[in-house]
């Protein structure tokens, strides 16, 4: 069973973080999906962290979706190194990494929508 991780950045403006919780309960609610968002920094929980919650859960694979628009050093250096880190502490599980939102087209339609609003 594949398990999915929402990680975000994280903030200092709690409404931030928490709008990361909504989602990732909106995708897990919407795909019938086990999914729990994690953070690099200023949120809770971590990377480690969501990946215990899904192995309790039964999880014997988890994806990361990063919640970063484009591939900058979090996305090239941290997560990698955190994805490592959590997989080798829960016994080599599998963790997969995709790629960040930069280039999927729901991305244009965002901001299609954005602009007319705004036109």
Avoid: C, W
């Avoid at 069973?1 to 403006?13: D, E, L, N, Q």
């Avoid at 016994?91 to 939102?101: A, D, F, N, R």
């Amino acid at each position: 069973m594949t398990g999915f991780i929402v990680f975000a950045h994280g903030s200092r403006v709690e409404s931030a973080n928490q709008a990361v919780r909504d989602i990732a309960d909106r995708m897990a609610a919407a795909g019938g999906l086990f999914v729990e968002p994690s953070f690099l920094e200023l949120g809770e929980p971590d990377l480690a962290g969501a990946a215990k919650r899904l192995v309790a859960r039964g999880v014997s694979r988890i994806v990361v979706i990063p919640y970063f628009l484009t591939l900058g050093t979090h996305m090239q250096r941290d997560l990698p190194k955190l994805a490592r880190q959590a997989a080798e502490a829960l016994g080599g599980l599998e963790i997969q990494v995709t790629s960040p939102l930069d280039g999927h087209p729901g991305l244009l339609e965002a901001l299609l929508d954005r602009a007319k609003e705004h036109a």
